[in-house]
């Protein structure tokens, strides 16, 4: 380990960073950023290097789209790898897959990026671009599917004025393992909303990481996921508002059921010495439907002005509401169906958020199907 990484770190904005897998030491578990993971499932995305092979990608949409080197002078330019696994992906990779949305374009279409990983043997790194130039209005969407081992490095730029959405979705098999890095730019006056859907893998950590390169910028940061038994879903977010007059918004929602079933949500959002007249708000919660699984959940917030429109924060887990249930129940509603209205109740508000309408019906489509296996358990 290098001694700038060997610095003790009182602000996650003074986390190091770093592109090289030798700058970091081997997780143990034990440290502050690992200490919910079970490194053990993942003890292969430590390694020095993955030699998997990168997983199939297609692009559609009415984009500019390229397959760049590892020399490209527009990679690696946003934010650094901020733990071992990001640094894995970016020293993996051989060709970046780079899409831009051009100045002033505004196609009708959602952009559709399918990835499809297969092989659970060894460990694949695999780098996206996303730019949106000045004015550009696009909806990018992300699909992870099959068995693969993938740890992924995706770098985002919303530049001056661009209103951007990106959707990334997890909906791996059950024995895949997938380390996630977004890293993101807002521009002046620029939109951005940030969409995470996680609902198959094994092992799956997402990291997302934002900063602003210019006051007036909006970013909306919503994520949902629905952990079943022995499945550990992670989201960490780190929201850096060091620009005055920014603003930020975190939603995240869960729902768990199953013996081991395991999410994790770390929310962290630094106001800024010179953030004078930011804005900022991060909400998690969670929704335990069976016994045996459990949600951690920690948000952080760190203010360094007095200077500010306003900031907050709120993290709830709860179980299944029984008085809920029970009044559903005298309305002549079946406990089936009363279930699942509460769950839909749960998860209608941040759905509605999303506006992406293939997006929103299919989670809608995914909760229904996990309803249907709790269901089919309690009869079993």
Request: one cysteine or more.
């Amino acid at each position: 380990m290098s001694e700038v990484m060997k610095k003790h770190v009182f602000s996650r904005a003074d986390r190091p960073l770093s592109f090289r897998v030798s700058d970091y030491d081997i997780p143990q578990g034990s440290e502050e950023e690992w200490r919910f993971t079970p490194v053990e499932r993942i003890s292969d995305f430590f390694a020095d290097s993955a030699c998997g092979k990168a997983p199939a990608v297609q692009v559609r949409g009415d984009a500019v789209y390229e397959r760049a080197s590892r020399t490209d002078p527009r990679l690696g330019k946003i934010i650094g790898p901020e733990d071992r696994t990001g640094a894995l992906a970016w020293e993996s990779f051989t060709e970046a897959h780079v899409i831009t949305v051009p100045k002033n374009a505004h196609p009708e279409k959602e952009i559709m990026v399918g990835v499809r990983g297969e092989g659970e043997s060894a460990v694949a790194g695999m780098h996206i671009l996303i730019a949106a130039e000045e004015f550009s209005e696009a909806t990018v969407i992300i699909n992870h599917e099959g068995s693969a081992r993938l740890t992924e490095g995706i770098e985002i730029l919303a530049e001056e004025g661009s209103h951007l959405t990106v959707v990334t979705v997890q909906d791996w098999d059950d024995s895949a393992a997938h380390m996630l890095s977004n890293r993101i730019r807002v521009g002046r006056n620029a939109s951005f909303r940030h969409i995470v859907v996680t609902l198959g893998g094994n092992t799956v950590r997402v990291t997302t990481s934002v900063d602003f390169a210019d006051s007036g910028a909006d970013v909306n940061l919503l994520g949902a996921y629905f952990v079943d038994a022995g499945q550990h879903l992670e989201h960490r977010l780190f929201v850096d508002h060091s620009i005055a007059k920014c603003r930020s918004n975190v939603t995240y929602k869960g729902a768990l059921q199953g013996q081991d079933a395991h999410s994790v949500w770390v929310g962290d959002v630094l106001i800024g010495a010179k953030a004078e007249g930011s804005s900022s708000y991060e909400l998690n919660r969670n929704l335990v439907l069976t016994p045996g699984a459990r949600a951690d959940s920690v948000p952080n917030l760190e203010i360094k002005t007095g200077e500010i429109e306003g900031a907050g924060h709120a993290s709830a887990t709860g179980r299944f509401d029984d008085e809920q249930l029970f009044y559903l129940k005298s309305r002549g509603i079946p406990e089936r169906e009363a279930k699942r209205l509460v769950v839909r109740g749960f998860f209608a508000e941040l759905i509605s958020q999303i506006g992406v309408p293939s997006v929103q019906q299919h989670l809608m489509q995914a909760i229904e199907e996990e309803l249907q296996r709790t269901m089919e358990g309690e009869n079993a």
